[in-house]
């Protein structure tokens, strides 16, 4: 019996062990999702490119955004003139497709995968700017997107 | 031969009330359906063929089937319906055509010799412009009973054809119009009841010395058994041509990462909108394309273009294919082909700038088929209605 009680004491102890580190895995991996992920990558290539780097700025993404270039490709001055002004709204492409909203709280899944946001922000920067987009214009434009 | 009697002109004579059959039933059936069916096609084909196609399809598939049942009747059809008594023979359509000019033309049992000649140039005209109408169908819209067998070049030269030929058969039907009138008018020939009643006044019929076999309740039968013998094997053999696969369209599967990576600012466009060449092009040049910058990694790019080297205009041979795809313009936009403009220079730039079409270059918000490449005219859907 004795050994019994303490096997099965042991095994109390295992199954809330695990299910601790089930808890602590769930909000460990909350904490760090994909956004999360890419958003560290473009906070450590900015740090690497420029030292005084101190965190992206939601309302720099927002200027980024609205922002009328004019420098890129004459038909899209701006992220707007596709997006809208309004992310939380329907784009429409030049051909006439409509585009998913931008804001992170609609959409989110636009922005888990660095690949898609790299396919992107490689085209719609140059169409727009006329150049790449700088590591912190990217964090920052995303950051603006998650504050929506 | 028997030249006599029956089929002279004759003075006319009066016994009202009294009737004898002339036309038989199932020839003023064909008559009166060919009336409906041919003002269809007439009007479907000179005003809008494109937006009318369906009908005009339909109404050309019902002639067929009338005319082919003429045709095999004036072989055994009842006496004034068969050829061997049309009077064609060319000193008695002279004679006829005096006898008009100076007013003494007779009432005719059956066509008279100048209206027997229009009926041979209306059932000659009609049957090409069946044949050219079905041949172009086939070759040019790959749809019909000869879609599996006919090129576009061919189905391009027969509606040539059509279109001539559509003149020649409108002046013969007018012409053909212009003697019911003259008999009915000018001359007092009942011969628009004829054609409905199928009877003259009997005082004709004893005049001409008529000596043809009378019509029977028999031609009846017998017209319309034949009737639906032509009918039932035309549609039967009609549809089992129509489903084989047409000439020159196999419909393919769009691979994923082409539907995907040029689906993302624009429908994937059905690869027999270019040549191979063209869309080798297009993928060296996405960092400016039409305007935006569609750049792809080098391995997606390689994937896409090994699908357009093997599926491009060239593997095509349906309308789109020969008239936007394989036409290459300087800017390289489809929109600026001559039959694209041609083809859209009527819809208003309101209609494409409504939000659920939003640009020329959606098709389609128009053509439901475009996704697999046909285009056909009958799966054209302008929406109306939201304007922005």
Same mark, same amino acid.
């Given at each position: 019996?004795?050994? =019994?009680?303490?096997?099965?004491?042991? =095994?109390?102890?295992?199954?809330?062990?695990?299910?601790?580190?089930?808890?602590?895995?769930?909000?460990?991996?909350?904490?760090?999702?994909?956004?999360?992920?890419?958003?560290?990558? &473009?906070?450590?290539?900015?740090?690497?490119?420029?030292?005084?780097?101190?965190?992206?700025?939601?309302?720099?993404?927002?200027?980024?955004?609205?922002?009328?270039?004019?420098?890129?490709?004459?038909?899209?001055?701006?992220?707007?003139?596709?997006?809208?002004?309004?992310?939380?709204?329907?784009?429409?492409?030049?051909?006439?497709?409509?585009?998913?909203?931008?804001?992170?709280?609609?959409?989110?899944?636009? &922005?888990?995968?660095?690949?898609?946001?790299?396919?992107?922000?490689?085209? =719609?920067?140059?169409?727009?700017?006329?150049?790449?987009?700088?590591?912190?214009?990217?964090?920052?434009?995303?950051?603006?997107?998650?504050?929506? | 031969?028997?030249?006599?009697?029956?089929?002279?002109?004759?003075?006319?004579?009066?016994?009202?009330?009294?009737?004898?059959?002339?036309?038989?039933?199932?020839?003023?059936?064909? /008559?009166? @359906?060919?009336?409906?069916?041919?003002?269809?096609?007439?009007?479907?084909?000179?005003?809008?063929?494109?937006?009318?196609?369906?009908?005009?399809?339909?109404?050309? %598939?019902?002639?067929?089937?009338?005319?082919?049942?003429?045709?095999?009747?004036?072989?055994?059809? @009842? /006496?004034?319906?068969?050829?061997?008594?049309?009077?064609? %023979?060319?000193?008695?359509?002279?004679?006829?055509?005096?006898?008009?000019?100076?007013?003494?033309?007779?009432?005719?049992?059956?066509?008279?010799?100048?209206?027997?000649?229009?009926?041979?140039?209306?059932?000659?005209?009609? !049957?090409?412009?069946?044949?050219?109408?079905?041949?172009?169908?086939?070759?040019?819209?790959?749809?019909?009973?000869?879609?599996?067998?006919?090129? *576009?070049?061919?189905?391009?030269?027969?509606? @040539?054809? /059509?279109?001539?030929? !559509?003149?020649?058969?409108?002046?013969?039907?007018?012409?053909?119009?212009?003697?019911?009138?003259?008999?009915?008018? +000018?001359?007092?020939?009942?011969?628009?009841?004829?054609? +409905?009643?199928?009877?003259?006044?009997?005082g004709d019929y004893q005049a001409a010395g008529n000596q043809a076999a009378p019509v029977t309740k028999k031609h009846t039968t017998i017209g319309a058994a034949l009737f639906v013998l032509v009918s039932t094997s035309a549609i039967l053999i009609g549809i089992s041509l129509s489903n084989k696969p047409a000439f020159g369209y196999t419909q393919i599967a769009l691979p994923e990462t082409y539907a995907s990576e040029c689906g993302d600012c624009h429908d994937a466009y059905h690869p027999s909108?270019?040549?191979?060449?063209?869309?080798?092009?297009?993928?060296?040049?996405?960092?400016?394309?039409?305007?935006?910058?569609? !750049?792809?990694?080098?391995?997606?790019?390689?994937?896409?273009? /090994?699908?357009?080297?093997?599926?491009?205009?060239?593997?095509?041979?349906?309308?789109?294919?020969?008239?936007?795809?394989?036409?290459?313009?300087?800017?390289?936009?489809?929109?600026?082909?001559?039959?694209?403009?041609?083809?859209?220079?009527?819809?208003?730039?309101?209609? *494409?700038?409504? @939000?659920?079409?939003?640009?020329?270059?959606?098709?389609?918000?128009?053509?439901?088929?475009?996704?697999?490449?046909?285009?056909?005219?009958?799966?054209?859907?302008?929406?109306?209605?939201?304007?922005?």
């Amino acid at each position: 019996m004795t050994r =019994n009680r303490s096997m099965s004491a042991k =095994n109390i102890l295992l199954q809330a062990t695990m299910a601790v580190s089930l808890g602590l895995f769930t909000v460990g991996f909350a904490a760090a999702s994909p956004t999360d992920d890419i958003l560290a990558g &473009y906070a450590t290539e900015a740090s690497a490119l420029d030292s005084s780097f101190d965190g992206f700025s939601a309302e720099r993404g927002r200027t980024l955004f609205v922002t009328e270039f004019g420098t890129g490709k004459e038909d899209t001055p701006a992220c707007t003139t596709c997006h809208t002004n309004d992310p939380t709204q329907l784009g429409e492409t030049r051909a006439g497709k409509s585009i998913d909203p931008m804001a992170a709280s609609i959409n989110l899944e636009r &922005y888990f995968e660095l690949k898609q946001v790299e396919k992107w922000f490689g085209r =719609n920067c140059k169409s727009v700017i006329g150049r790449e987009c700088t590591p912190i214009e990217k964090g920052d434009f995303i950051t603006f997107m998650l504050t929506l | 031969m028997n030249t006599s009697a029956p089929t002279e002109e004759i003075p006319r004579a009066d016994q009202p009330g009294q009737t004898v059959a002339v036309w038989d039933l199932p020839l003023r059936f064909f /008559h009166w @359906s060919m009336v409906i069916v041919g003002v269809t096609a007439a009007v479907t084909g000179f005003l809008a063929p494109t937006w009318w196609l369906d009908i005009h399809i339909l109404s050309g %598939y019902a002639i067929s089937i009338l005319l082919l049942f003429r045709i095999i009747w004036g072989l055994m059809g @009842s /006496h004034y319906s068969r050829y061997k008594n049309f009077i064609l %023979y060319p000193p008695k359509v002279i004679a006829h055509i005096r006898n008009l000019i100076d007013r003494s033309a007779g009432p005719s049992l059956g066509h008279n010799p100048v209206g027997a000649w229009v009926i041979v140039g209306l059932m000659f005209s009609l !049957s090409l412009m069946v044949l050219s109408g079905l041949i172009g169908l086939g070759g040019q819209e790959k749809l019909g009973p000869f879609a599996f067998i006919l090129s *576009f070049e061919t189905g391009v030269r027969a509606l @040539s054809v /059509h279109e001539f030929f !559509s003149w020649a058969l409108l002046f013969l039907v007018l012409t053909h119009f212009m003697g019911v009138v003259v008999e009915q008018r +000018v001359f007092k020939h009942p011969v628009i009841s004829a054609m +409905v009643t199928g009877d003259v006044p009997v005082g004709d019929y004893q005049a001409a010395g008529n000596q043809a076999a009378p019509v029977t309740k028999k031609h009846t039968t017998i017209g319309a058994a034949l009737f639906v013998l032509v009918s039932t094997s035309a549609i039967l053999i009609g549809i089992s041509l129509s489903n084989k696969p047409a000439f020159g369209y196999t419909q393919i599967a769009l691979p994923e990462t082409y539907a995907s990576e040029c689906g993302d600012c624009h429908d994937a466009y059905h690869p027999s909108l270019r040549t191979s060449a063209a869309w080798k092009n297009i993928l060296g040049t996405l960092e400016d394309h039409f305007g935006e910058d569609a !750049s792809l990694d080098d391995a997606t790019i390689q994937e896409i273009a /090994h699908f357009t080297s093997q599926q491009g205009a060239e593997n095509f041979d349906t309308e789109v294919s020969h008239l936007v795809g394989r036409v290459d313009t300087e800017s390289r936009r489809m929109t600026d082909t001559a039959f694209w403009k041609k083809r859209h220079q009527d819809i208003d730039d309101t209609i *494409f700038a409504q @939000s659920s079409v939003g640009s020329k270059v959606n098709c389609n918000a128009c053509h439901s088929d475009a996704p697999i490449g046909r285009f056909d005219d009958s799966n054209i859907h302008i929406p109306q209605g939201n304007l922005p």
